[in-house]
């Protein structure tokens, strides 16, 4: 295919995101990080609440095993690269 310039990986990197809820994962957290790692996904992942649903998987806002280090751009980063319209407002809460 003449017109496709990268691998196909990278293509879906740009183009879809995931969400953290329901986040069913190994109970190492270790695994959780290597797994990440692993798909260089770290970009793609955005906080979603599983709202209005009662049943959750706990009282963490961002599931066991997502290391800490990724906590701002899963909540922040992320989210303001993903959508344009709240980048203004969510520039300016951040500031």
Same mark, same amino acid.
């Given at each position: 295919?003449?017109?496709? /310039?990268?691998?196909?990986? =990278?293509? $879906?990197? *740009? &183009?879809? !995101?995931?969400?953290?809820?329901?986040?069913? @994962?190994?109970? /190492?957290?270790?695994?959780? =990080?290597? $797994?990440? *790692? &692993?798909? !260089?996904?770290?970009?793609?992942?955005?906080? @979603?609440?599983?709202?209005?649903?009662?049943?959750?998987?706990?009282?963490?806002?961002?599931?066991?095993?997502?290391?800490?280090?990724?906590?701002?751009?899963?909540?922040?980063?992320?989210?303001?690269?993903?959508?344009?319209?709240?980048?203004?407002?969510?520039?300016?809460?951040?500031?």
């Amino acid at each position: 295919m003449p017109w496709v /310039d990268r691998s196909p990986a =990278e293509i $879906v990197r *740009d &183009h879809f !995101r995931l969400t953290l809820q329901p986040f069913d @994962a190994p109970s /190492d957290p270790g695994l959780v =990080e290597k $797994v990440i *790692d &692993h798909l !260089r996904s770290e970009d793609m992942l955005l906080y @979603a609440s599983d709202y209005p649903h009662w049943q959750f998987d706990g009282d963490e806002v961002i599931p066991p095993g997502i290391p800490i280090s990724l906590r701002r751009k899963i909540l922040v980063d992320n989210p303001l690269a993903t959508y344009d319209r709240i980048k203004v407002s969510g520039e300016q809460i951040m500031a």
